[in-house]
DNA sequence: CTACCTGCAAACGGTTTGCATTGCC
DNA sequence: GGCAATGCAAACCGTTTGCAGGTAG
């Protein structure tokens, strides 16, 4: 699946099979411009609550599906989405006392022949996470 | 069956600062002998369902701030519980097909120094995961 | 014009809380 | 005997479903 840096939003929601209405655009926008992936509650709060709750969990599931957004959880308990658009490979540094995250360009792939040589029950795997706990600058300071 | 070892399970418990009653032994053994991370639900059909909820839900807790275990989740919504005696540092291995888990003895600390180097906003990094997705080998015969 | 999208209300299900009772140490 | 642990019932809250009306293409 491939986007042009350059294609507005409204042209990505139609290539991913959506009507671009003023809902969709809103949280795909907000999903983009978002420095760090967010909750539900996070989306729904950048919209000022101007969309209705049904229609943000049935958007953001259908952009999952097309592989617009991605679901992510970093060990607790909520669920958080990030933008794939014109997003590549990455994978995330969370800082365990504020949740900041972010985005480092590394990548874990040589994990995976290194597990397929250890695997008894694997001869296939084609993807990985990696998510590194830390503490970041900001909470560094403030201790 | 597995031995830990060293201590008992009850020893392990009361280690731990709790009373070693029949309802933590079962849930500690449960998870002690399962071969992959278990849901709540799991847990309790593992049981027999003798044991209330409620208690279960609030043992679990306990076990993983104790942290004789932890919780993990692999992007989905579940949430999935192992235990942490006598359990070297290692990863998982899950089936995008049926979510069966093994564990693999890899370790991606390397990415941690990597990710240092990359990132703006840590000067900590403390701990990590990784977890594999792939295609199991009973999954793959299947198709 | 029609199929998709949205909003409202209600249902749903996993998880948590309060409280009285039980039982480990 | 004291305090942790348990079980039950009910509350809680994030999420899903059904349906009627709205809107993009």
Avoid: W
């Avoid at 939003?9 to 992936?37: H, S, V, Y």
């Avoid at 049904?54 to 959880?73: D, P, W």
């Avoid at 607790?76 to 994978?91: G, K, V």
């Avoid at 540094?93 to 029950?121: F, H, M, Q, R, T």
Wanted: hydrophobic share 35%; aromatic share 6%; net charge positive.
């Amino acid at each position: 699946m491939k986007k042009t840096g350059k294609s507005p939003l409204n042209e990505i929601l139609r290539e991913a099979g959506f009507r671009a209405t003023p809902g969709k655009i809103a949280i795909l926008e907000a999903l983009f411009k978002a420095d760090q992936p967010l909750t539900i509650a996070e989306i729904s709060k950048k919209l000022k609550n101007n969309l209705d709750q049904t229609t943000l969990y049935r958007t953001i599931q259908s952009f999952v599906e097309e592989k617009i957004a991605r679901a992510l959880n970093f060990n607790d308990r909520s669920i958080r989405y990030e933008s794939l658009i014109d997003a590549p490979h990455h994978h995330h540094v969370i800082c365990k006392k504020c949740n900041y995250v972010e985005d480092v360009d590394i990548c874990g792939a040589n994990l995976e022949k290194l597990a397929l040589v250890k695997s008894k029950s694997f001869k296939a795997i084609e993807s990985h996470a990696v998510e590194l706990f830390g503490t970041c600058n900001n909470c560094l300071k403030k201790n």
